[in-house]
């Protein structure tokens, strides 16, 4: 089997089973780094070594573990497609396992709560600064944000039942995964602060019975704006920019350094599994090192006293 023929038959399976930005992305990563290294090679006469090699090189660009990860799913999917249809025995590429990690300092970064009220001051349009309020107090995900209408306000709730893919002409399009879908609770004042958002709208358009988008009004708030936003107002802050998504890594951050439980959290940011969210989305906080220093230090010195009580009860008795 010539791997280039049957990813040609691949990609029309491919097509019919992902969304179109899946889709997309798959069909990118294969013409860029997978298809240019396998195509004049058979699949059955691949080799642990063959995909070791092809690591190594993809490894030289020192592009994001996330990035690679996706390279090799991409790969290994189209060697399990072959095990399913073709008949070939193993898929090496599972055997050999994904690419090993490497540490990103920049992706772990998040604002701690003192740093986002920092933030957040300094942000002045009232639409985005709720847009900024949602994502660190509900950890959504921005496309997620940026999609949600008045209707997925419900009592203390935000339902996430879409995303808008900024991949395909800034579509509406269902969320990541089945597990995305999800009832988020929302705080009395963040619940508060949104519908004040409506009632602007209203008061703009003339429309009281228009499903408004909640950040945006007739048509969602564009990244590019939101980014513009969220820079100006750290320049003014004085405080070091994070991304859109790491508003997401800053809600799970505090939800566990505040003792809410990691499948709760699992749940709110819309992970199928809560490996997903204990790999991604914890990080060391110098508070929380600071805690287990002492935590340490209490365990060491009570039992050091009750050494040394033990000591003089027993010179007593002799």
């Not at 003792?259 to 992970?271: D, F, K, M, T, W």
């Amino acid at each position: 089997m010539n791997f280039e023929k049957v990813y040609s038959e691949y990609l029309k399976f491919a097509e019919k089973q992902q969304k179109k930005s899946s889709f997309e992305s798959l069909r990118k990563g294969f013409n860029s780094h997978i298809l240019p290294y396998f195509k004049d090679k058979n699949i059955e006469d691949l080799t642990i070594q063959d995909i070791l090699d092809w690591q190594n090189v993809i490894l030289q660009y020192n592009y994001s573990n996330a990035y690679n990860k996706n390279l090799h799913f991409m790969l290994s999917g189209l060697l399990t497609y072959c095990c399913k249809y073709h008949g070939l025995d193993k898929n090496v590429a599972s055997i050999v396992g994904t690419f090993k990690k490497k540490y990103e300092k920049d992706k772990h970064d998040f604002y701690n709560l003192d740093e986002f009220n920092q933030f957040i001051k300094y942000v002045d349009d009232e639409v985005y600064k709720q847009f900024f309020n949602l994502m660190f107090f509900t950890g959504t995900r921005p496309g997620e944000a940026m999609a949600l209408h008045f209707s997925d306000l419900e009592d203390n709730y935000i339902n996430i039942t879409k995303t808008i893919d900024s991949h395909n002409g800034r579509s509406i399009t269902p969320p990541k995964t089945t597990s995305s879908f999800r009832r988020i609770n929302i705080d009395n004042q963040l619940k508060k602060d949104l519908l004040k958002l409506k009632s602007v709208y209203i008061r703009k358009y003339d429309h009281t019975d228009f499903d408004y988008y909640i950040f945006g009004g007739i048509k969602p708030l564009a990244p590019t704006t939101i980014n513009r936003y969220k820079k100006r107002a750290c320049e003014n802050a004085h405080i070091r920019p994070i991304t859109l998504h790491q508003f997401r890594h800053s809600h799970a951050t505090l939800l566990l350094n505040k003792g809410i439980l990691i499948n709760e959290v699992s749940r709110r940011l819309g992970h199928s599994k809560v490996s997903t969210t204990l790999d991604i989305y914890t990080h060391t906080d110098l508070r929380q090192e600071k805690r287990v220093s002492e935590t340490l230090n209490s365990i060491r010195n009570n039992s050091f006293k009750s050494l040394r009580k033990g000591f003089k009860r027993l010179f007593h008795l002799l």
